[in-house]
T-cell receptor
Framework: AQTVTQSQPEMSVQEAETVTLSCTYDTSESDYYLFWYKQPPSRQMILVIR??????QNATENRFSVNFQKAAKSFSLKISDSQLGDAAMYFCAYRSNDYKLSFGAGTTVTVRA | GAVVSQHPSWVICKSGTSVKIECRSLDFQATTMFWYRQFPKQSLMLMATSNEGSKATYEQGVEKDKFLINHASLTLSTLTVTSAHPEDSSFYIC???????????FGSGTRLTVV
């Protein structure tokens, strides 16, 4: 399984501000998918954003955007205009060619009102 | 949107008994289902992969005789925890590969407590 590293166990952000979550991964594959999932207190996994490795353009979904650096094997998530509902645990995930997902350890995001 | 219905959402069972967890894809065909285990405030650990009509493949270290997986149809996969013990207490999540969205649809999880 590929190794996915999230080095920030916790991040705190003021409402309406921006926070960036880091993620790095290790792989020898050239084609793969990367995901960010959100897990709120309900523990339902929610897809935030997806990036195909062959696409150079960074994916964006409303207030969520990624900075995908393929050579550096880095995939950070930026949450803009943070809202109270963004508070959750965020997982970075790598999909390998066998379609299995490898998850990072997660980052808990707290939003201060 | 695509939904995977997972039941039960929580269950308490006595040590030594078996518990079955079901995951149903409601509006798409789930040819592949993944089963995860998650401890509090930790990541998801893949336990096994099941494909419709064939035997599940288990990750290293997962006891296949304890965690029985059946994927008998394109819409239903089950995980049975046999002879459960307190150390099996955990949060179990299923995830179906959804070719329609080139992603995955997760069930809502099952909190298992073995007493």
């Amino acid at each position: 399984a590929q190794t996915v590293t999230q080095s920030q166990p916790e991040m705190s952000v003021q409402e309406a501000e921006t926070v960036t979550l880091s993620c790095t991964y290790d792989t020898s594959e050239s084609d793969y998918y990367l995901f960010w999932y959100k897990q709120p207190p309900s523990r339902q996994m929610i897809l935030v954003i997806r990036q195909e490795a062959y696409k150079q353009q960074n994916a964006t979904e409303n207030r969520f955007s990624v900075n995908f650096q393929k050579a550096a094997k880095s995939f950070s998530l930026k949450i803009s205009d943070s809202q109270l509902g963004d508070a959750a645990m965020y997982f970075c995930a790598y999909r390998s060619n066998d379609y299995k997902l490898s998850f990072g350890a997660g980052t808990t995001v707290t939003v201060r009102a | 949107g695509a939904v995977v219905s997972q039941h039960p959402s929580w269950v308490i069972c006595k040590s030594g008994t078996s518990v079955k967890i079901e995951c149903r894809s409601l509006d798409f065909q789930a040819t592949t289902m993944f089963w995860y285990r998650q401890f509090p405030k930790q990541s998801l650990m893949l336990m096994a992969t099941s494909n419709e009509g064939s035997k599940a493949t288990y990750e290293q270290g997962v006891e296949k005789d304890k965690f029985l997986i059946n994927h008998a149809s394109l819409t239903l996969s089950t995980l049975t925890v046999t002879s459960a013990h307190p150390e099996d207490s955990s949060f179990y999540i299923c995830s179906a590969q959804n070719w329609g969205v080139y992603g995955y649809t997760f069930g809502s999880g099952t909190r298992l407590t073995v007493v």
